[in-house]
C-alpha cells in the first residue's frame, strides 16, 4: 500500500513525538498528541501507524486492561497481515512462551517466518533459531544457519555473537577458525549493532 506524502509527513511528526515521549516530562500530554496524529492513518490503514499505535495505551483509554489488548491485537493482526515486518515479528513473540497471547508454537513460528523473509533482522535470528530446533515448524539446520547468517550480516547482536561461537568452536557445521571468529566478533563492537 503507497502512502500519500502528507500521510508519510503525519506519520514522521507521530514517529517524532513518540520519540520526544521517552523524556517523563512530556509522556502523558505528548502520547496524547500521537494518539491525535496517529488516528486517521489507522482509520486509513496504514500499518506501520496501526504498529505505532498498538504500542502504548493512554491511562483514560481503555476501561480495561482486557479490552486495551484485545484493541491492541486486532490492530497488530491488522498491520502483519498488510506484510507490516516489525508487527509480524510483535505477533510471533506474543504467540511465543511468556507472550501475552495464549502458547502456540506453530503461530509465534509463522509470524516470526514472516518477517525473516521480509528481512526484519530479529525475524531472522529467531527464525533461524526455530529452525534449529525445530520450534512450531519442522527443523531445518541448513536453513536455520542461513537465516542466522543472514541476520548477522544485518548486524544482529545475538546472531553476530553465534556466528563468532561457532566458528571459535567449529559447531553447526562452520570450521574451527580463530580469524574468522574475531573477525565476527569484532562486529559487535560497532556502533550500528541491533541489539535484542
Known amino acids: ?12 511528526k507521530a514517529k517524532a513525538a513518540l520519540k520526544r515521549t521517552e523524556d517523563a516530562d512530556h509522556a502523558s500530554s505528548g502520547l496524547r498528541d500521537v494518539r491525535k496524529l496517529l488516528k486517521p492513518l489507522v482509520e486509513k490503514n496504514i500499518a506501520e501507524a496501526q504498529y505505532l499505535a498498538a504500542s502504548f495505551a493512554l491511562a483514560d ?3 480495561s486492561d482486557s479490552a486495551f489488548e484485545k484493541w491492541r491485537y486486532n490492530l497488530l493482526n491488522k498491520a502483519a497481515e498488510s506484510g507490516y515486518a516489525p508487527a509480524q515479528f510483535a505477533l510471533g513473540q506474543a504467540y511465543d512462551r511468556g507472550g501475552d497471547l495464549e502458547y502456540d508454537a506453530e503461530k509465534s513460528a509463522y509470524w516470526f517466518s514472516l518477517s525473516a523473509e521480509q528481512a526484519y533482522p530479529h525475524g531472522q535470528w529467531v527464525h533461524g533459531c526455530n529452525l534449529l ?5 519442522p527443523k531445518d539446520e541448513a536453513l536455520g544457519i542461513t537465516f ?3 541476520a548477522a550480516e544485518n548486524k544482529f ?6 556466528i563468532a561461537n561457532a566458528y571459535e ?6 570450521p574451527e577458525d580463530p580469524q574468522l ?3 565476527w566478533r569484532q562486529k559487535l563492537h560497532h556502533d550500528d549493532v541491533i541489539g535484542y
Open 157 to 162: 547482536e545475538g546472531a553476530l555473537r553465534f
Open 133 to 137: 530446533g525445530g520450534s512450531g515448524l
Open 169 to 174: 568452536e567449529g559447531t553447526f557445521g562452520f
Open 181 to 183: 571468529s574475531a573477525f
Open 1 to 12: 500500500m503507497s502512502i500519500s506524502k502528507s500521510d508519510l509527513a503525519r506519520l514522521n
Open 61 to 63: 483509554e481503555f476501561g
Open 148 to 150: 542466522i547468517r543472514k
